[in-house]
């Protein structure tokens, strides 16, 4: 029994996925839905099994799952613009598919249970820029943070205007958009990666998403939590963070606590199994 209860949190993740999964089935009449909630949540369950069972690329390998599946298949294979600007035109077309679905169950009400989970195991511009040198940041963060906020209404502004101007081809446009988002994305990550040296850089300064997702992920049920009569105070958890959250303090108003993106790094390297 002991055995089966620290597998809890892959189970709680895989049975959220596939309540979605089934739910969404059932009334849209569409065994896509099945099909793609069901592969992402076995995906991100296996990572987090895997690291309970201490494999070293475990959430690596739940980032190539998702990411991948997202990037070719949805976005390149099925012409699914899965970026931002793909939520705003679902949106206002009023279309509660692709884009819109998958805003909702991953980056807007999805937080409130698992954080910023997307971040570190399914994000598929994140996946590539963890690949970089720079997995722990070589210098305190910036005070940058409202870039986030600039690219957020350029992406609404954009669409806006699209529609505004009554733009023929828009599914077009949209496959484009994708594409040359996608390419800006990693050309900006890559460069931010080296300029800052810090693999994270673009997803603390630059990313759109985290608009949505810092203010949910405040009231996530998904926290990294300390022991603090094991805790020795020694900073590793810290220093180890590559998105500089401070793990120690229990508190949601804790420093950059919206920032976690549940990559388990600290925990790996706490000397006292305090985290």
């Avoid at 990037?71 to 819109?100: D, K, P, R, S």
């Avoid at 970089?132 to 806006?160: D, E, M, N, Q």
Wanted: charged content about 15%; hydrophobic content about 45%.
């Amino acid at each position: 029994m002991h055995g089966i209860k620290k597998y809890w949190m892959p189970i709680a993740m895989l049975t959220l996925f596939e309540t979605v999964a089934v739910t969404l089935w059932l009334s849209m009449d569409n065994l896509f839905y099945l099909f793609n909630f069901s592969y992402i949540g076995f995906s991100i369950s296996l990572g987090i099994f895997l690291f309970i069972r201490k494999y070293r690329h475990a959430r690596r390998i739940a980032q190539l799952l998702v990411g991948l599946y997202m990037l070719i298949y949805l976005g390149l294979i099925c012409n699914e613009n899965m970026q931002i600007e793909g939520f705003w035109y679902y949106l206002f077309t009023g279309v509660f598919e692709a884009a819109t679905i998958h805003y909702a169950v991953a980056k807007i009400f999805g937080p409130l249970f698992f954080g910023r989970g997307w971040c570190g195991y399914a994000c598929w511009t994140a996946m590539v820029l963890d690949f970089l040198p720079y997995k722990v940041p070589r210098y305190p963060r910036r005070k940058i943070g409202y870039i986030r906020y600039i690219t957020f209404a350029a992406s609404l502004l954009f669409v806006t205007a699209l529609f505004l101007t009554h733009t023929g081809n828009m599914e077009k446009i949209m496959f484009w958009a994708f594409l040359i988002g996608n390419l800006l994305y990693y050309a900006l990550g890559i460069g931010l990666a080296f300029l800052f040296k810090d693999n994270r850089a673009f997803c603390k300064y630059i990313c759109p998403i985290t608009v949505f997702l810092k203010p949910m992920s405040y009231f996530a049920f998904l926290r990294i939590k300390c022991d603090t009569d094991k805790c020795i105070s020694c900073g590793k958890c810290k220093r180890v963070c590559p998105m500089d959250v401070d793990v120690t303090d229990n508190s949601r108003k804790r420093k950059n606590g919206t920032e976690c993106i549940l990559c388990y790094e600290c925990v790996k390297n706490c000397p006292k199994g305090a985290l």
